[in-house]
C-alpha cells in the first residue's frame, strides 16, 4: 500500500511526468510512423524507421556522421529558438503560434540588413530580433486592446510576412536564381563566426556560435520565468489575469511585452539560420515555413520547460533530417516529411498523454475531490 | 392520493462532506399558484433546484409530480417532466435572434430544413396570450435584460412547461421591468402554470406570492400563506433568532477619517443602469463600518471603485487625506488598501502558484522580495510565508511550496487575510470575507477584524450574511438599487428593521441636498406604507 502510494507520488513528480509523457508521444509516433511504412512497403520499413531515429549515425563514415550532426545542429538552433518563443508565450497564456511569421521577419530584415546595407552579423542579428519583436508586439497591441485573438492575427501575419519578405529580398536576390545572393560572396562580415566550432565537426562550416548563442537563450528564458519579478508577473498574468490585475500589474502592458518578446525570439531564430550560410532564402515560396510550427511540437515535447526545448528540439530537427535520408528507391521522397510529421503531430499529444496518467492516478481519490469542489461550491453557490 | 400539487419534493435530504445542503427539506407547489422559496445566501436554496433538475441525486427523500413519485436523474427528465427554468444569468446565445433562441434544442424540420413559420406563428401566440412583449428577430446582444428575460421565459412555453422556476429573477432588473414580470407572473398563473420564485426580497414576495417556504442553513423552517404573514414575520423565519452569534468586543473609539467616499457613481456591467448611485460615506480609523444588503444591490462594484479595478462615473475617493480617484490599483494597495476580495479564486489567488508566492502577491515587488537587479529573493520569501503561516495558522500540505489549488477554502481564505493585514495599511476593505466558510473558520475572521480595528485601522465590511451584519460592525450601511438607503446602529437596531431596510421597504438615507424630488416622494411612500402596515 505504501510503496503503491510512493510510485504513485514519484508518477505525481512534474518532472518525471514531462519527461515519460514526451518518452510515450516520441514511442507512439514511430509506431505509427512504422505502421505507414509496413502499409506502403513492409519489406524497408524497419530499415527506414531506424534511419529516421538515428539520422547521422546511419552515414557511413565518421566524418561524414559528423558534419551530418552539424547540419542537424545548425538548423537545432533556429528551430529551438522558435520552440522559446513559442514556450516564453504559453506561459503567459498566449498561443503564439504567429511565430512563424515572426520569423518571416528576421529573416526578412536579418538579410536585407545584411545584403543590401552591408551591416556586420551581430547588427544583423539584432535588427533580425526588433523586427520579429515588431511583429509580435503587433499581435499584442490587438490582443490587449481589442481583445483580437493572438492566433488569427498571429496566423494572417504569417502571411503578410512571407509576401512582404518575398517582396523584399527580390531587391537582393541572385539574378539567375530565385534564391537570395550568397551571403559568404556579398557580405562574409554577416556570417556568424565558426568560432573555431567547425573544426570539431569536419569543418562543417555552418556549424556557428548560432548554436551556443540559443542554448544560452534557452537559459536565459528559464532564468527570467523562474527566478525574476518579471516572470513572477508574467506567469501570474497567464495563469490569472484577475489575480494580476488585482494585485496592480499591468496586464495589457505584460501581453505586448511579452509577445514582442516571444517575437524577438524567433527573429534572432530566423538569423540563426540565414546569418550561417546555411541556405538562402527563396523569394519564390509559397508557404509559410515550418520552422515556426514545428516549434510549438518542441515546446509541448519539451514539457513546456525552457531546457526541456533544447532536447525536444535537437529531436525533431533530427528526425526531420534522419526522414530525408530513407531510401527514396523504396519508399516515395514525400515519405521523409510523412513520418516526420507524424512523430512531431503526435508530440502535440503531450498534454493529453499528462491527463491520462493524472486520470489514472487520480481515479480511486477523484470521487471524493469532485464531491468537495461541488461542496465548496454549492456553499457560495446561492450568490 | 393528493393530485392538487404540481411538484412535490418530500423529505429531501443533501449532503456534501462536512455540510448538510438540504436537512430534511419538503416544498409542496401547489397547481396554479406562486410559490416563492426564501432563504439568505447558503440556505440551500440552489442546492434543492439542483436536485429538482437532477444536477444532483438526494440521499433522502422522493419527488412527486401529480401525486406519483418520480426519477429525475439529470435535466432532461426535468424538462420531460415539463419543469422549466428561468436562471438568473440568462442562458441565451448573443448572437441568435429571440426567435431562435426560443426554438433552440427543439426545433421543427422539415428534411432537416427549419420550419421557421410554424415556430414564429407559436411564439407570436405565447406572447400575446401572457403579454411578453418581444421582437422575434432581434438579437439578443441588441435587446434589453428585461426582455432578455421574456425570452427566457418563452422558451419555457414554447416546450409546454406547466412548472415554472424564477430563479432571483429580479436580480438584475429596473423598477419598472420588476413591476412588468409581476405582472406576467400573475398571468401565468392565472393560466394554469406553477411557479417557484426563488428570492429573497420580502417585497416582491408580498406582491406575487401565494405561499411562501422557508429556508434557513439547510433546513425548512416552514410554508406560510404570504397574505397572512407580515414581512417581519418572513424576515424572521428567514434570518432565525436562535443563530446569534456573539462576538465580543470593546466599544469603538474612532479617530480621523481614513477613507471619504463622495458621491460615487459607478457603471455597471450587467445592465444600462448605473450600479452604484451618488453613494457618500466615510470610514473612521478604529471602527468597523459594515455595507449590508441583498447581494447585486451595487456592493461589488462599489468595491471595484474602491479598489481600482473600475473607472468611477463621477464622485471621489479620498484615502488617508490624498485623493485617489485616478490612481491605480498599485497606487492604492501601496499607499493604505488592503483588500480582502470578495472572490478569493478570482482575484485572491493565483490559484497555481505556490502559496509562498501567493503570500507575496501585493508585496513582490517590495526591496524585502526583489533585489535591485529584478531578481526575486526566494530565500526571504520563503521565509515570509513561513512566518505569516505559522502567526495566522495557515494549513497547507507542502507548507509554503504547497499549490494554492490544494489548498481548502478556509486556509486559502486565512492565507489572503494573513497577506492582506500583515501589509502596511491604514483600510482593510474586507468583502464578504466569510463566505463559504465554517463556523470556526468565521470566528477566527471576526476575530481578524476586530482586531485589526483595536490596532486602529479602519475596516470597511462588505457582507450578506446578517448575523455577521449584526455582530461585528460598529456602523451598519444598507445599500439597495446602488445607493445607500440607511444608516443603522448594530447595537440599536433589530435583524427584522434591518432587513426592512435590506428589502428596500424603508429608508433613513437620502442622496445628500440635490436629491430629485422623486426620490423624495419615494421616500414619503415609504414612510407612508410603513405607517400603514404598523
Not at chain 1, 537559459?219 to 516572470?231: A, R, Y
Not at chain 2, 439542483?50 to 401529480?66: H, M, N, P, R, T
Not at chain 2, 402554470?193 to 416582491?204: A, D, G, M, P, Q
Not at chain 2, 473558520?441 to 455577521?468: K, M, P, T, W
Amino acid at each position: 500500500m505504501n510503496e503503491k502510494a510512493e510510485k504513485k507520488s514519484f508518477l505525481k513528480n512534474p518532472s518525471v511526468q514531462a519527461i515519460m509523457t514526451s518518452l510515450i508521444c516520441i514511442i507512439l509516433g514511430l509506431l505509427i510512423g512504422y505502421i505507414v511504412l509496413l502499409l506502403i512497403n513492409p519489406a524497408g520499413a524497419g530499415e527506414a524507421i531506424k534511419t529516421v531515429l538515428i539520422n547521422f549515425l546511419s552515414r557511413s563514415s565518421q566524418a561524414a556522421k559528423v558534419k551530418a550532426l552539424g547540419n542537424t545542429l545548425a538548423k537545432t538552433a533556429p528551430l529551438l529558438m522558435c520552440a522559446l518563443s513559442i514556450c516564453f508565450c504559453y506561459k503567459v497564456g498566449l498561443f503564439n503560434i504567429g511565430a512563424a511569421g515572426q520569423y518571416e521577419a528576421g529573416a526578412c530584415f536579418g538579410l536585407y540588413a545584411a545584403l543590401a546595407w552591408q551591416l556586420p552579423w551581430p547588427v544583423c542579428l539584432l535588427i533580425a530580433g526588433i523586427a520579429g519583436g515588431v511583429i509580435g508586439a503587433i499581435s499584442g497591441v490587438l490582443k490587449a486592446y481589442r481583445n483580437v485573438n493572438e492566433v488569427i492575427s498571429g496566423i494572417m501575419l504569417n502571411w503578410i510576412m512571407l509576401y512582404m519578405s518575398n517582396t523584399l529580398l527580390a531587391k537582393v536576390k541572385d539574378p539567375a536564381s530565385p534564391y537570395t545572393l550568397k551571403l559568404s560572396a556579398a557580405n562574409p562580415k554577416a556570417l556568424i563566426p565558426n568560432a573555431g566550432l567547425n573544426a570539431m565537426f569536419a569543418n562543417n562550416k555552418t556549424v556557428t556560435l548560432a548554436i551556443p548563442l540559443a542554448i544560452l537563450f534557452a537559459i536565459l528564458i528559464w532564468v527570467i520565468l523562474s527566478k525574476t519579478k518579471f516572470g513572477y508577473e508574467l506567469k501570474a498574468t497567464g495563469y490569472n489575469k484577475d489575480a494580476a490585475m488585482y494585485a496592480g500589474m499591468k496586464e495589457k502592458q505584460n501581453i505586448i511585452v511579452t509577445l514582442a518578446i516571444g517575437g524577438a525570439l524567433a527573429g534572432i531564430g530566423a538569423a540563426f539560420l540565414f546569418l550561417t550560410g546555411y541556405q538562402e532564402w527563396s523569394t519564390t515560396q509559397t508557404s509559410v515555413p515550418g520552422m515556426g510550427f514545428n516549434g510549438i511540437a518542441a515546446t509541448f515535447l519539451g514539457g513546456l520547460h525552457p531546457i526541456g526545448t533544447i532536447f525536444s528540439s535537437f529531436f525533431i530537427q533530427s528526425i526531420t533530417d534522419g526522414g530525408a535520408l530513407i531510401d527514396k528507391s523504396v519508399y516515395p521522397s514525400q515519405i521523409s516529411d510523412l513520418i516526420s510529421s507524424l512523430i512531431i503531430y503526435l508530440c502535440g499529444f503531450v498534454l493529453f498523454f499528462k491527463f491520462v496518467i493524472n486520470n489514472w492516478i487520480d481515479k480511486s481519490t477523484k470521487k471524493k475531490e469532485i464531491s468537495k469542489v461541488t461542496g465548496e461550491a454549492i456553499e457560495g453557490g446561492d450568490k | 392520493m393528493d393530485t392538487a400539487y404540481a411538484i412535490e419534493m418530500v423529505n429531501i435530504t443533501k449532503r456534501f462532506p462536512g455540510i448538510i445542503a438540504n436537512d430534511n427539506i419538503t416544498l409542496q407547489l401547489r397547481k396554479g399558484e406562486i410559490h416563492a422559496l426564501l432563504g439568505e445566501n447558503g440556505a440551500g436554496k440552489s442546492t434543492l433546484m439542483s436536485v429538482l433538475f437532477g444536477l444532483y441525486q438526494a440521499e433522502e427523500g422522493v419527488i412527486k409530480k401529480d401525486g406519483k413519485e418520480v426519477k429525475i436523474n439529470n435535466p432532461n427528465d426535468a424538462n420531460d417532466l415539463g419543469i422549466g427554468m428561468v436562471h438568473q444569468h440568462f442562458k441565451l446565445v448573443q448572437c441568435f435572434t429571440v426567435l431562435e433562441n426560443i426554438i433552440l434544442g427543439v426545433e421543427t424540420t422539415k428534411n432537416g430544413v427549419l420550419q421557421m413559420d410554424e415556430a414564429r406563428e407559436k411564439v407570436i401566440a405565447l406572447s400575446e396570450k401572457y403579454g411578453l412583449q418581444v421582437d422575434p428577430d432581434a438579437k439578443i446582444e441588441d435587446i434589453t435584460v428585461g426582455m432578455q428575460q421574456r425570452t427566457e421565459i418563452l422558451k419555457m412555453l414554447y416546450r409546454d412547461n406547466e412548472i415554472l422556476i424564477f430563479d432571483e429573477p429580479t436580480a438584475v432588473l429596473t423598477p419598472q421591468e420588476i413591476d412588468e414580470l409581476m405582472i406576467i407572473m400573475k398571468n401565468l398563473a392565472a393560466e394554469g402554470k406553477s411557479i417557484l420564485f426563488i428570492t429573497h426580497k420580502l417585497n416582491e414576495i408580498k406582491e406575487v406570492a401565494d405561499r411562501v417556504s422557508v429556508l434557513r442553513r439547510g433546513k425548512y423552517i416552514g410554508t406560510v400563506d404570504v397574505a397572512t404573514t407580515s414581512k417581519e414575520e418572513m424576515s424572521k423565519m428567514m434570518v432565525g433568532r436562535d443563530v446569534q452569534m456573539s462576538v465580543d468586543k470593546e466599544p469603538s473609539k474612532p479617530g480621523e477619517s481614513i477613507l471619504k467616499v463622495e458621491n460615487m457613481t459607478v457603471a455597471s456591467k450587467l445592465h444600462s443602469n448605473n450600479a452604484v448611485k451618488n453613494v457618500s460615506f466615510e470610514v473612521r480609523e478604529g471602527e468597523i463600518v459594515c455595507i449590508a444588503g441583498i447581494d447585486g444591490n451595487g456592493q461589488t462594484e462599489l468595491v471595484y471603485g474602491l479598489a481600482g479595478f473600475e473607472p468611477l462615473v463621477d464622485g471621489k475617493i479620498t484615502l488617508c487625506g490624498e485623493d485617489i480617484t485616478k490612481t491605480s490599483i498599485r497606487h492604492r494597495a501601496t499607499h493604505g488598501m488592503s483588500h480582502i476580495p470578495e472572490d478569493r479564486h478570482k482575484h485572491g489567488l493565483v490559484l497555481d502558484y505556490p502559496l509562498e508566492f501567493n503570500m507575496v502577491l501585493q508585496r513582490y515587488f517590495e526591496p524585502d522580495f526583489t533585489s535591485g537587479a529584478g531578481f526575486l529573493k526566494r530565500k526571504e520569501i520563503r521565509e515570509y510565508s513561513e512566518k505569516l503561516e505559522a502567526e495566522h495558522d495557515v494549513r497547507s500540505g507542502q507548507g509554503p511550496i504547497t499549490i494554492a489549488r490544494a489548498m481548502s477554502g478556509g486556509n486559502q481564505q486565512k492565507a489572503i487575510i494573513a497577506r492582506e493585514v500583515d501589509k502596511e495599511h491604514k483600510l482593510l476593505v474586507a468583502v464578504q470575507p466569510t463566505r463559504g466558510l465554517d463556523v470556526g473558520a468565521i470566528e477566527g475572521v471576526h476575530r481578524n477584524l476586530i482586531a485589526e480595528r483595536d490596532n486602529g485601522r479602519a475596516v470597511l465590511l462588505v457582507s450578506l450574511e446578517l448575523e455577521e451584519v449584526m455582530n461585528v460592525p460598529d456602523r451598519i450601511l444598507v445599500m439597495y438599487e446602488g445607493e445607500l438607503v440607511g444608516e443603522l446602529d448594530p447595537k440599536k437596531t433589530t435583524v427584522e428593521e434591518l432587513g426592512l431596510y435590506m428589502a428596500g421597504a424603508k429608508r433613513n438615507l437620502t442622496v445628500d441636498a440635490n436629491t430629485s424630488e422623486i426620490e423624495e416622494s419615494e421616500v414619503v411612500d415609504v414612510e407612508r406604507e410603513r405607517k400603514e402596515e404598523a
